[in-house]
C-alpha cells in the first residue's frame, strides 16, 4: 500500500492496517530472527570462541618453556618475571580448587549421577559376609546438598578452566612484552588495579555476589525441576525423574482426573492479562494525572502531588491487608456490594471471579498510579516548551500535541521502565496473595500435589501455594517447573520488545 493510498483511507481503517502491519511485522521480525542464527553463530566462532585457541595455540608454540610451563602451574611465568603478586594469585587458586575438588567435590559429583542411595540419616557398616555390623559408624546420603555442592564444584571447575586460560594469555602477553623491552612487576600491578583495572576490581565483588546467590540458585532450581524432590523435612533422598514433571502438568487428565493442564493455561492468560491491563493503567493514568497537575494555571500543585503520595508512604501490605478485611464476608465494602446486588449476603466478593479481578486492577492502580506519576512529572518538565508553542502556532489541538509531542517522547524514555513494569507485574506477589488469596478456588485436590490455585492466582502465587501451603503434598519439583515456565514468558517478551524500544533502537537521537 502507498503513502497516498493509506492516507485517503478513514481512521477505523488506518487503525486496522496499521494493527496488521504490526503482526505481520512481528511475525516477519521473529522469522528473520530465526533465519539469522546460522549467520550470528558462525560470527561469534570467528570474534569469540575461536579466539582463546588461537591464544593457547601461540602460548605453546611461540612461548617459552616458563609460558609453557602455564599449563600446568598457574602464574609460573609471572612469578618468573617477578609480577609476584598476579602469580601467586592465580596459583592460590589451584590449590584452593584442587584441595577443595578431592575433599569435597569429587565425592558429591560422583553421586550425582544417582543422588545418593543411602536413605537413614545415620547407620552402622554392616559386614557382608557376616551380615553383623562392624561397629562403623557413617552418615546417609542426602540428595538436596549433593545437588548443591555437585552444581557449586562445576561453576568452581569452569572458573577454574577460565582462570587457566587467563594464567596463560596473561604469560604470553608478559612475554611477548619483554621481547620488545617492555617490563612490568608488582608495582605495575597494583597500579593497574586502581587505574585501567579498577572497574574490574569493583565489578569483582558483585558479579561473585550475582552468581552465589542469583545465578546457582536460578540453575539449582532449574534441576530440582528434572527431580521427584517435595520438599518433605525428613525425606533426605530424591531421584532424577527427567522430564516426567513437565509431562506431568500438560498430560490433562491423567493425575488423578484433574485437569491441571486447563488450570496452567487459565492461570497463564490471566497472568499475562493482568499484567497487560496493570501496566498500562497506571502507566496512561499516572501520566495523564501528571500532565493534570503539570498544566498552567493548576493551583495547589505540591498539595496534590503531596495527596497521591500518601499512598506510597504507608506499606503496601498494610494497605492491601486492610483491603482484604473491609471486602471479608462480614467487611464493610462487602456489605456495599450486597446492597447494589453485586454479591449475595455473607459472600465474599472474592468468590466472583470476574469482579473479585476487577477489584484487584482497580485497587492496584490506585496503588500504582502515584509512581508513575511522579515518574512522568519529572520527565514532563523536560520537554522543550518550544515544541508545544510552535504546534499551538500550526493549530495543533491538545490531542494532537499529546499525541504526537507527550506521548512519544515519553514513550522513548520510559520504553525500558514500561517493561521492566510489565515483568514486574507477572511477578506481582503482594497484590494477589495479600488482597485475593488467589480466589475464587479451582477447587484441586490438594493431595494431588499442586496446592489450591484460584481463578485470581498469577503463575507466582500458584509457585508459593504449592511448595509452601500444600501441608504434607507439597511439590517443590512441580514449583520449579512453573518458575523456569515463568522465566520462559518473561524472556520470551523482554527479549522481543526490549530490543525495539525507542530508547534502545534510537539511543543516539536523544537530545
Known amino acids: 500500500m502507498t503513502k497516498l493510498q493509506y492516507l485517503s483511507l478513514t481512521k477505523p481503517e488506518r487503525v486496522l492496517v496499521d494493527l496488521g502491519n504490526f503482526f505481520r511485522n512481528f511475525g516477519k521480525g521473529i522469522l528473520n530472527w530465526f533465519k539469522s542464527i ?65 575433599r569435597t567435590g569429587l565425592p558429591y559429583l560422583q553421586k550425582l549421577g544417582t543422588l545418593g542411595t543411602l536413605s537413614l540419616t545415620s547407620h552402622y557398616m554392616v559386614d557382608p559376609s557376616s551380615g553383623v555390623a562392624d561397629g562403623t559408624f557413617a552418615t546417609g546420603d542426602n540428595s ?35 621481547l620488545v623491552g617492555k617490563m612490568s612487576n608488582n608495582k605495575q600491578f597494583f597500579k593497574d588495579l586502581v587505574d585501567s583495572k579498577y572497574h574490574t576490581l569493583l565489578l569483582a565483588v558483585p558479579l561473585v555476589g550475582l552468581v552465589a546467590f542469583t545465578i546457582i540458585p536460578i540453575i539449582f532450581m532449574v534441576t530440582i525441576g528434572f527431580t521427584n524432590y517435595n520438599g518433605a523435612e525428613r525425606i533426605t533422598l530424591f531421584d532424577w525423574v527427567g522430564f516426567d514433571n513437565y509431562s506431568l502438568l500438560f498430560s490433562g487428565f491423567s493425575n488423578g482426573g484433574a485437569n491441571v493442564v486447563g488450570i ?73 456490594f450486597v446492597k447494589f446486588g453485586w454479591v449475595p449476603a455473607k459472600v465474599s466478593p472474592f468468590q466472583n471471579a470476574t469482579l473479585a ?10 496503588v500504582g498510579v502515584p509512581y508513575t506519576m511522579l515518574i512522568s512529572s519529572g520527565i514532563l518538565m523536560n520537554i522543550p516548551e518550544d515544541l508545544y508553542e510552535s504546534a499551538r502556532i500550526d493549530g495543533a489541538s491538545s490531542f494532537k500535541m ?25 511477578n506481582n506477589f503482594n497484590i494477589i496473595y495479600l488482597l485475593s488469596h488467589g480466589e475464587p478456588s479451582f477447587s484441586l485436590d490438594k493431595k494431588l500435589g499442586y496446592g489450591d490455585p484460584g481463578e485470581t492466582d498469577l503463575l507466582i ?8 501451603e500444600s501441608g504434607s503434598t507439597k511439590n517443590y519439583a512441580m514449583a520449579c517447573v512453573l518458575g523456569v515456565l515463568v522465566f520462559l514468558v518473561i524472556a520470551f517478551f523482554s527479549l522481543i520488545f526490549y530490543g ?3 530508547a534502545v533502537k534510537n539511543e543516539e537521537d536523544f537530545s
Open 38 to 102: 546460522p549467520l550470528k553463530l558462525l560470527k561469534f566462532w570467528n570474534h569469540t570462541l575461536s579466539v582463546p585457541f588461537k591464544t593457547l595455540e601461540k602460548a605453546m608454540t611461540k612461548g617459552n618453556w616458563w609460558v609453557r610451563g602455564n599449563f600446568l602451574v598457574f602464574g609460573l611465568y609471572q612469578i618468573f618475571h617477578k609480577e609476584i603478586a598476579r602469580g601467586i594469585l592465580y596459583l592460590l587458586y589451584e590449590v584452593v580448587f584442587i584441595w577443595f575438588f578431592i
Open 144 to 178: 538436596f546438598t549433593i545437588l548443591l555442592y555437585s552444581i557449586v564444584t562445576i561453576f568452581l571447575a569452569l572458573l577454574f578452566v577460565v582462570l587457566w586460560y587467563f594464567s596463560i594469555r596473561d604469560a604470553k602477553s608478559l612475554y611477548d612484552n619483554t
Open 264 to 336: 496452567f493455561f487459565k492461570i497463564l492468560a490471566w497472568t499475562l492479562l493482568w499484567a497487560l491491563i496493570a501496566t498500562f493503567t497506571n502507566y496512561f493514568l499516572g501520566m495523564v494525572v501528571a500532565l493534570l497537575i503539570n498544566k498552567k494555571g493548576i493551583k495547589l500543585k505540591k498539595l496534590w502531588r503531596t495527596v497521591l503520595i500518601f499512598t506510597i508512604a504507608v506499606p503496601q501490605f498494610v494497605s492491601l491487608m486492610l483491603i482484604n478485611r473491609m471486602l471479608d464476608v462480614n467487611g464493610f465494602l462487602t456489605d456495599l
Open 357 to 366: 479481578r476487577v477489584i484487584i486492577i482497580v485497587i492496584n492502580t490506585w
Open 402 to 426: 499529546y499525541r504526537s509531542i507527550t506521548l512519544p517522547y515519553m514513550l522513548f524514555i520510559t520504553g525500558p521502565y514500561l517493561l521492566s513494569q510489565f515483568v514486574g507485574n507477572i
Open 461 to 468: 502465587t500458584w509457585i508459593y501455594k504449592m511448595s509452601m
Open 500 to 502: 525495539r524500544t525507542g
